[in-house]
């Protein structure tokens, strides 16, 4: 008697099950390193810590956390550093954040299922290289002031390497799927710890030192120009111009991220200045092409179109971004709106009193009160409300007018408040001027 055949298909062998390494280069992070490694303790099939020379309790702390720990001598290349961690992972998916990021159990979850399917389907495993991921930068107080993208997540192939030695990037060789509903949190950029001086010229030394190597390098041009122009000074800020253009303006390619360094300094740079007002313009039509989930600029052209007079054009953009605040299942992808959303409803009061829309006009006008109300004892909002009304060429006297909405202007301690946040943010006549009203009003 024959036996029948069996009707089961010969699919090959498995594909491998997921495995996630856990990846990151460190130095003297012993307040942040438990942390850095707890968030992924329960899914990473491995956990690889390169040590770069800390003099603290790093290394101690990541080995009683069960991490492999390796050593590498820094030799100021940080693709050099993370790729030699990246050699050591031997899962098939790399996840490499530093030790001030971390992903909340919700997100890792999600990011887990979603490895699982990508690693199910050969399809998604040729297509896809990594996942693109919203990147929150959280201030001092654990809020969140901008929202970008990053991607940290990796199949774990050899051609799939960091290159350059400072701001370092994977090349990716196909697609980025984009999963920017997981969400990377940062707290390296809080207030306390952001623009060290010493840190900064050291970027500056080894970006110039990377831009001698190769001067048509427009990624070199736009990270130093990011270093440079931290240094405050209008000097800086020149030359930091000058670098940004010159990334921008280069036949190499480079990724919209990076150019976005550029965007965000020129337009609101140029956008104040009625001799550059039309450059400004362009490159806000130039970051939208390129960016189109950036919303910022969108509230920059809209900025620009109320000051030409341009209403309805500037109404259209500003519904853009309030309905990305209010429609989107993530955070919009900001710098500007994400930390003073007030000055997205003072625009829109301005577009919808100009287009003779009176009700709007008056709705726009009452979140503007509402939120200053709320938010009238932090510069944060403050400042930023400031700046605008000073760069669409607000008088003192119609300033005053509209703060006497929100502060007791008879209020010494009010009007000081409102003198140091002008001062820290650069409007400096405005500063003196309510700081000698303050003084009147102490003198008598």
């Not at 990246?86 to 031997?90: C, E, I, L, S, Y």
């Not at 701001?167 to 980025?176: G, I, P, W």
């Not at 519904?319 to 429609?327: D, R, S, V, Y």
């Not at 299942?329 to 500007?336: D, F, G, L, S």
């Given at each position: 008697?024959?036996?029948k055949?069996?009707?089961?298909?010969n699919t090959g062998?498995p594909?491998?099950?997921?495995?996630?390494?856990?990846?990151?280069?460190v130095?003297n992070?012993?307040?942040?390193?438990?942390?850095?490694?707890?968030?992924?303790?329960?899914?990473?099939?491995?956990q690889?810590?390169?040590?770069?020379?800390s003099?603290d309790?790093?290394?101690?702390?990541?080995?009683?956390?069960g991490a492999?720990?390796?050593?590498?001598e820094?030799?100021?290349d940080f693709?050099?550093?993370?790729?030699?961690a990246?050699?050591?992972?031997?899962g098939?998916?790399?996840?490499i954040?530093?030790?001030d990021e971390?992903?909340?159990q919700?997100?890792?979850?999600?990011?887990?299922?979603?490895?699982?399917?990508?690693?199910?389907?050969?399809?998604?495993l040729r297509e896809?290289d990594a996942l693109?991921?919203?990147?929150?930068?959280l201030?001092d107080?654990?809020?969140a002031?901008?929202?970008?993208t990053q991607?940290?997540?990796?199949?774990n192939?050899p051609?799939l390497?960091y290159?350059g030695?400072i701001?370092?990037?994977?090349?990716?060789?196909?697609?980025?799927l984009n999963?920017?509903?997981?969400?990377i949190m940062?707290?390296?950029?809080?207030?306390?710890?952001?623009?060290?001086?010493?840190?900064?010229e050291?970027?500056?030394?080894m970006?110039?030192?990377?831009?001698?190597?190769d001067?048509?390098?427009p990624?070199?041009?736009?990270?130093?120009?990011?270093?440079?122009?931290a240094g405050?000074?209008?000097?800086?800020r020149?030359?930091a111009?000058a670098?940004?253009?010159?990334?921008?303006?280069s036949e190499?390619p480079?990724?919209?991220?990076?150019?976005?360094?550029?965007y965000?300094?020129?337009?609101?740079?140029?956008?104040?200045n009625d001799?550059?007002?039309?450059e400004a313009?362009?490159?806000?039509?130039?970051a939208i092409?390129?960016?189109?989930?950036?919303?910022?600029?969108?509230?920059?052209?809209?900025?620009?179109?109320n000051?030409?007079?341009s209403y309805?054009a500037?109404?259209?953009d500003l519904?853009?971004?309030?309905?990305?605040?209010?429609?989107s299942?993530?955070?919009?992808?900001?710098?500007?709106l994400m930390?003073?959303p007030?000055l997205?409803?003072y625009q829109?009061s301005?577009a919808a009193?100009?287009s003779?829309?009176?009700?709007?006009?008056?709705?726009?006008?009452?979140?503007?009160d509402a939120?200053?109300?709320?938010?009238?004892?932090?510069?944060?909002v403050?400042g930023?409300?400031?700046?605008?009304?000073?760069?669409?060429?607000?008088?003192?006297?119609?300033?005053?007018?509209?703060?006497s909405k929100?502060y007791?202007?008879?209020?010494a301690?009010?009007?000081?408040?409102?003198?140091?946040?002008s001062?820290d943010?650069?409007?400096?006549?405005?500063a003196k001027?309510?700081?000698e009203m303050?003084?009147?009003?102490?003198?008598?």
């Open positions: 008697m024959s036996k055949k069996s009707k089961r298909k062998p594909r491998p099950s997921l495995r996630l390494s856990q990846c990151m280069i130095k992070e012993e307040k942040n390193i438990e942390k850095a490694l707890s968030w992924a303790k329960d899914v990473a099939f491995e690889i810590v390169v040590d770069t020379g003099t309790r790093t290394v101690e702390l990541a080995e009683k956390m492999r720990v390796y050593h590498f820094w030799i100021n693709s050099a550093a993370k790729n030699f990246m050699d050591k992972a031997r098939n998916w790399i996840a954040l530093d030790a971390y992903m909340s919700d997100d890792v979850k999600e990011m887990i299922s979603l490895l699982k399917k990508i690693q199910s389907n050969p399809q998604h896809f693109t991921c919203s990147w929150v930068q201030d107080e654990g809020k002031f901008a929202v970008l991607q940290r997540i990796f199949q192939r051609d390497r290159e030695t701001h370092e990037a994977v090349r990716v060789k196909n697609k980025l999963a920017e509903n997981l969400r940062h707290t390296g950029y809080a207030q306390t710890a952001y623009g060290a001086a010493d840190k900064r050291r970027n500056i030394r970006l110039r030192d990377e831009l001698k190597r001067s048509t390098n990624h070199t041009m736009l990270y130093l120009a990011d270093s440079i122009k405050g000074t209008e000097e800086s020149l030359e111009e670098l940004y253009l010159a990334g921008l303006a190499k480079t990724e919209p991220a990076i150019r976005r360094l550029a965000d300094f020129l337009i609101p740079r140029f956008m104040i001799e550059k007002a039309d313009m362009k490159l806000c039509d130039a092409s390129e960016l189109p989930n950036h919303i910022d600029y969108y509230y920059f052209r809209a900025f620009l179109s000051q030409l007079k309805k500037a109404m259209k519904l853009k971004c309030e309905q990305a605040f209010m429609n299942t993530t955070a919009p992808e900001t710098r500007v930390s003073c007030v997205l409803f829109l301005i009193s100009g003779g829309d009176k009700d709007n006009e008056i709705k726009y006008d009452t979140i503007v939120m200053l109300t709320e938010g009238k004892d932090k510069p944060e403050l930023p409300f400031l700046t605008t009304l000073f760069q669409q060429k607000k008088t003192g006297v119609e300033v005053f007018e509209r703060l929100i007791d202007l008879s209020d301690k009010e009007l000081m408040f409102i003198a140091r946040t001062k943010y650069g409007i400096l006549l405005f001027m309510v700081m303050a003084g009147e009003l102490l003198g008598k």
